[in-house]
């Protein structure tokens, strides 16, 4: 089956266009083979004519290499060059040329032939980039609508056979911009780090493990350098590149292209691309005389020209008296809107194309100028209701055929950052501007309600298109949500992030929540407890128990006082809170709670529920904790067997009780018990999460510490070297943890003579427990036991 990549780097290698592209993608797809033309013309918004000459320039282009293709029929042309590209893509050996293929994200560009006015510095650029790692393309004096991303656009497909390693193109007001290169790293490369590895650690990752050969990133439409660029960038090699635009100065030190208006001719070369060339020359003059009107800006003249296009008969005489006029409507309303500060030509041009459009794409405008400057996901097949979805369909049709929308991919769209905000001033002299925006933002919260509080990869990359949009709702419309949904766009973010390890991303996500929540709903609120919640379980993760707990202490009370002692959320938060106090040897504290939420859980879920099998199990940790251990047997049984009559045998639910019967099975000297139960549910985790998760890392250490404890110590180090790699990762240096880890390959070193390794490893241990724990936590004093035992042996 051809993957659609591999099509799309087939036209680039072949120089198609993005319509030849478009075309031959859709024609070659697997899915589409029995597709008739006339279906695929449909579904690319275009007429069958239209997709039929598309396909015959492919075939042109292809014949120039695979001469079979030119003396074929149609319909044979298509099942040969079908064939042609399936021996490539299946590696035979017998098709010529073998091309390797170049992965890329460029996005779309205008066809080559129309690219004009810009030739000089196009060569200009690459000249830059052979003498240095990274160039900005600037915009003179911050003007938008000159051409920066058009330019980087067609340098990157023009000089794609340059960059074998790969064109990765990273949107600055997008997704967090390290995101978008791990996502690319992945769907282009298979380069998926581990889970519960630190952002940084990620990032390193992708950049030592890079497809071969020069890489080519760009980073458009950046405006804070310090933040959107410099702390993604790879480490310093000749092979990676780096073009940026922007419409801000950086400082001189980096390699800077200025990008003004075009010149006069090339402005008129742009306009005779754009319009039908006999309509120019029946008005030369009046073309100059638009030209200078619009200001040589690109954007204007693209603008422009699909307007006339629009309208056959209107004379450019014509035209130009309307560009006048809409010139003094302009002039009289741009010091009352800021949004209209733009240098002459494009306001002009966009209101004409404005007033082309009838009211449901006037509404599409509306809505798409709330959407943040990314990638937009919309399709209208999403409405249910026919005649509706028809509407939405023309509408899109409209917005892209006037160059005020632009295509990426399938359900795909982008505006102009100029157009956006001319949408967002027309929304604004609505009347109904604020019902527009709150139906945005509801619409924006139920997608951020199907965010799983645990999402797994594939929710990950369904959910990282809406992610920018969901930030720009929270940011700037959160007083148009709905007190119901006013959480929710925070806490989707949160845990978007929470459950990829990035805790530090998450953080902000659960604070601003809190904050927001206790602004619009007052501090009585059951959403402001869910938010103390949220936090305090993320503090709880990354063993910031100080911060934490008093957190998990206003939840409880505020979530009593508002639902009654005897609803669900109380019974959560007992458990987390009880979690807690059992992470920091509190076991006197955790005991009360946990039996509390037991029986509450029993109460309002009944007793075959997970919730209540999941208390079971944490309340065998603790008494297992504090050796009672017949009273944690019992109930871990409960919980194994609850759990795997609820939710089946091969439930991560399930591996952790495993882990944990193991365990207790070890501390009472019962090995060959222990063992058998540990390596299932080892097997059982990495089956479900992965080699390198978290968990994995944990089961790890538990199979080390039983073959430490009967002396299999060449079979443990491995693990225990593993397991701590993947904790540091996931955790950092510092996190308790890990030195509990550093704790344990220090005892395994000490018991087989390696004191010199073993002592810095009680050191590191040691610290990290007091100052994370406090020096009188259980689990500080039993290493500061081992390391004081450790010193009277090694040095006596």
Request: proline share 4%; charged share 25%; glycine share 6%.
């Amino acid at each position: 089956m051809l993957s659609a990549d591999f099509l799309a780097n087939e036209a680039a290698i072949r120089g198609l266009s993005p319509e030849q592209t478009a075309a031959f993608v859709e024609r070659l797809k697997a899915e589409n083979s029995g597709k008739s033309e006339a279906k695929l013309a449909s579904e690319l918004n275009i007429g069958a004519a239209a997709f039929k000459k598309r396909m015959t320039e492919v075939y042109d282009k292809f014949a120039q290499s695979y001469p079979e293709l030119a003396n074929s029929e149609s319909r044979g042309k298509l099942e040969k060059l079908r064939a042609y590209l399936t021996a490539k893509y299946n590696g035979g050996q017998d098709v010529r040329p073998t091309i390797k293929e170049i992965h890329q994200n460029i996005p779309p560009a205008v066809l080559f032939e129309k690219f004009v006015g810009r030739e000089a510095e196009l060569e200009e650029l690459h000249q830059l980039l052979q003498t240095s790692r990274q160039v900005a393309i600037v915009a003179v004096a911050g003007m938008g609508g000159v051409g920066k991303t058009e330019l980087a656009t067609q340098y990157a497909k023009q000089h794609l056979q340059n960059y074998q390693g790969g064109v990765c193109w990273l949107s600055a007001q997008g997704i967090d911009v390290g995101i978008q290169i791990l996502r690319f790293a992945e769907l282009k490369f298979k380069l998926i780090a581990p889970d519960d590895w630190g952002f940084a650690d990620r990032l390193r990752y992708c950049w030592q493990n890079w497809q071969q050969g020069e890489v080519l990133l760009v980073f458009d439409d950046v405006t804070d350098y310090k933040k959107q660029v410099h702390p993604y960038l790879p480490p310093e090699s000749p092979r990676f590149k780096v073009l940026l635009t922007t419409r801000q100065e950086f400082d001189r030190t980096l390699l800077q292209l200025p990008l003004g208006v075009l010149k006069p001719l090339a402005a008129m070369k742009l306009l005779k691309s754009l319009v039908d060339r006999e309509r120019l020359k029946s008005e030369p003059w009046v073309a100059r005389r638009i030209c200078k009107f619009l200001g040589y800006l690109p954007l204007a003249l693209e603008l422009v020209g699909r307007y006339l296009d629009t309208m056959p008969d209107l004379s450019l005489e014509k035209l130009l008296k309307r560009l006048e006029k809409k010139r003094l409507e302009h002039e009289a309303i741009a010091e009352a809107n800021q949004l209209m500060h733009y240098k002459h030509g494009i306001a002009e041009a966009f209101a004409l194309s404005w007033e082309q459009l009838d009211e449901n794409a006037q509404g599409l405008g509306y809505c798409l100028s709330l959407y943040a400057l990314a990638d937009i996901p919309f399709s209208a097949k999403a409405v249910e209701d026919d005649n509706q979805q028809e509407l939405w369909e023309k509408a899109i049709a409209d917005l892209l055929k006037l160059h005020l929308l632009q295509r990426q991919s399938k359900g795909i769209y982008r505006l102009h950052p100029l157009i956006r905000q001319f949408f967002q001033m027309k929304l604004n002299e609505l009347s109904e501007a604020d019902k527009v925006k709150t139906a945005f933002a509801a619409m924006m919260s139920e997608v951020a309600k199907q965010i799983p509080q645990q999402p797994n990869r594939e929710d990950i990359l369904n959910f990282t298109p809406h992610i920018p949009h969901l930030a720009e709702v929270a940011i700037h419309l959160s007083q148009y949500l709905s007190d119901e949904d006013l959480i929710w766009p925070f806490t989707g973010l949160g845990w978007f992030y929470e459950g990829q390890g990035l805790y530090q991303q998450a953080e902000p996500w659960y604070k601003l929540c809190k904050d927001i929540a206790e602004n619009r709903l007052g501090l009585e609120h059951p959403d402001v407890a869910a938010s103390l919640n949220n936090l305090a379980l993320l503090y709880d993760s990354i063993a910031r128990y100080s911060e934490a707990e008093p957190l998990y202490q206003q939840a409880l009370e505020l979530t009593k006082r508002l639902l009654g002692e005897e609803h669900p959320h109380v019974a959560n938060i007992l458990n987390n809170l009880a979690l807690l106090y059992n992470s920091i040897a509190r076991y006197s504290e955790a005991e009360l709670p946990y039996q509390q939420a037991l029986e509450l859980t029993k109460r309002l879920l009944g007793e075959e529920h997970p919730h209540v099998a999941n208390t079971l199990n944490n309340l065998a940790l603790l008494y297992e904790s504090t050796e009672r251990y017949s009273e944690a047997e019992s109930l871990y049984q409960q919980a194994l067997e609850l759990t795997k009559r609820l939710l089946g045998d091969n439930h991560l639910y399930v591996a952790n009780t495993l882990d944990n019967i193991a365990g207790l099975y070890r501390s009472t000297g019962r090995y060959s018990e222990a063992e058998p139960l540990y390596q299932h549910a080892l097997e059982l985790k990495k089956c479900l999460l992965g080699d390198n998760h978290p968990h994995v890392a944990t089961s790890l250490n538990n199979l080390g510490e039983l073959y430490s404890s009967t002396g299999r110590y060449s079979e443990a180090e491995p693990l225990y070297q593993q397991a701590l790699e993947l904790k540091k990762r996931s955790l950092g240096d510092n996190h308790p943890n890990v030195a509990t880890i550093l704790n344990n390959l220090a005892a395994l070193y000490s018991s087989t003579g390696r004191y010199t390794e073993a002592e810095p490893l009680y050191q590191q241990a040691l610290a990290i427990c007091e100052q994370s724990l406090g020096v009188g936590h259980t689990d500080t004093m039993r290493v500061r036991g081992n390391y004081a035992r450790f010193l009277r042996k090694a040095y006596r």
